[in-house]
C-alpha cells in the first residue's frame, strides 16, 4: 500500500471514529498566509517580509538548489541525508518541514539563512514550506490554500533574490494540494501566484512536492509552467518518488541554463530530491 493509500485509510479511520471536528481539534490553522521572521523564536505575524540588504545569491554565475519533501523529520537519518544533500546548494526547498525541537538544533548549528511559511500548527508546532539560503532574500511571501477534505493548508513561499548580473530571480516553493477529488482547488493553488510571476521578466524557479499523482495535475501545471515560459528540469538521475506511476516532484525554471540535475534515492523520507544547478545566462 502506498503512503497515500495509507493516509487515505487512516483519515477514514480517524473520521469514523472522533469526526472531523476532534480530528481538527489539535491543530491550529492560521487565518491568513504567514511567514516566519525568525523560525528559532518564530511570530508568524507577517504575510511577507523584506529586507533591506540582499547580496546575490549565486557565486560567479553559478548556484545549486535542492527540493526535498523532508517527511516532516520522521526518519532518523534525516539530518545527515539533508547535509549531504545541501552541502553544495545555495538554496535549499523544503515541503513538510515541522518546526520541532530536532530540527531547531540543526537550523541554529547552521548558517542558513532561514523563511517557512507557517501551513497549521500541530501540538503547538508549525508545519509547512521553508527556504533555506546562503543569503537573504529581497522578499519573501507566504500562500496557503485549503484541503477542501481536510480542511488543512498547503503552503508555499515566494521569494525574490538578487543576482549577480543585476536580475531579480524569483523561486517559488510549492507543496501542492492533495487530497481533492476535482481539480479547483488545484488550480486555485497555482493560479494564486500566476499574478507575480507574470508581470517578472527575468529568471524564475518554480519546485516542490507538487502532488501530481494523476496525469490531469501533471497537465494542470505543465499548462501553468508552459503559460510562464518554464521548462521541466532534465534529470540524468530520475529517482523520483512516484503514485499511480507519476512523479510527485518537480523543479521548473525560466531564464536560466541548466548545468546539471539529479534526483538521488534516499531512504531518509518518502521523497527523494531533486538537485539542480545552474549558470546565468
Not at 547580496?55 to 526535498?68: A, I, K, N, R, Y
Request: charged share 20%; glycine share 4%; hydrophobic share 45%.
Amino acid at each position: 500500500m502506498t503512503r497515500y493509500a495509507k493516509v487515505a485509510a487512516g483519515l477514514g479511520v480517524v473520521a469514523g471514529v472522533l469526526g472531523v471536528s476532534a480530528f481538527n481539534w489539535s491543530f491550529d490553522v492560521a487565518d491568513t498566509p504567514e511567514v516566519s521572521a525568525n523560525v528559532l523564536a518564530p511570530q508568524f505575524s507577517y504575510r511577507c517580509i523584506e529586507n533591506a540588504i540582499a547580496h546575490p545569491l549565486d557565486t560567479d554565475g553559478e548556484f545549486t538548489v535542492s527540493v526535498w519533501n523532508i517527511y516532516k523529520q520522521q526518519k532518523e537519518n534525516w539530518r545527515s541525508a539533508l547535509e549531504s544533500f545541501s552541502q553544495d546548494s545555495e538554496l535549499v526547498l523544503l515541503q513538510e518541514a515541522s518546526l520541532n525541537t530536532d530540527l531547531r538544533d540543526y537550523l541554529d548549528d547552521s548558517s542558513w539563512k532561514v523563511r517557512m511559511a507557517n501551513a497549521f500548527k500541530f501540538m503547538n508546532t508549525p508545519a509547512g514550506v521553508m527556504n533555506l539560503s546562503s543569503v537573504n532574500a529581497k522578499s519573501t511571501c507566504a500562500y496557503l490554500t485549503m484541503e477542501p477534505w481536510l480542511r488543512l493548508p498547503k503552503s508555499a513561499l515566494l521569494s525574490e533574490f538578487a543576482l549577480s548580473d543585476g536580475n531579480t530571480l524569483i523561486v517559488v516553493n510549492l507543496h501542492g494540494v492533495n487530497f481533492a477529488v476535482g481539480l479547483d482547488e488545484y488550480q486555485e493553488q497555482l493560479d494564486s501566484l500566476r499574478t507575480v510571476l507574470a508581470v517578472h521578466s527575468g529568471p524564475i524557479i518554480l519546485a516542490g512536492d507538487f502532488n501530481t499523482w494523476r496525469q490531469a495535475r501533471i497537465d494542470v501545471v505543465n499548462t501553468f509552467a508552459e503559460s510562464l515560459g518554464l521548462r521541466d528540469v532534465h534529470l540524468r538521475e530520475d529517482q523520483r518518488i512516484k503514485v499511480f506511476g507519476k512523479p510527485l516532484d518537480h523543479l521548473y525554471y525560466r531564464d536560466l541554463q541548466l548545468v546539471s540535475a539529479e534526483a538521488p534515492k534516499t531512504d531518509a523520507s518518502d521523497h527523494n530530491p531533486i538537485i539542480a544547478s545552474f549558470r546565468l545566462q
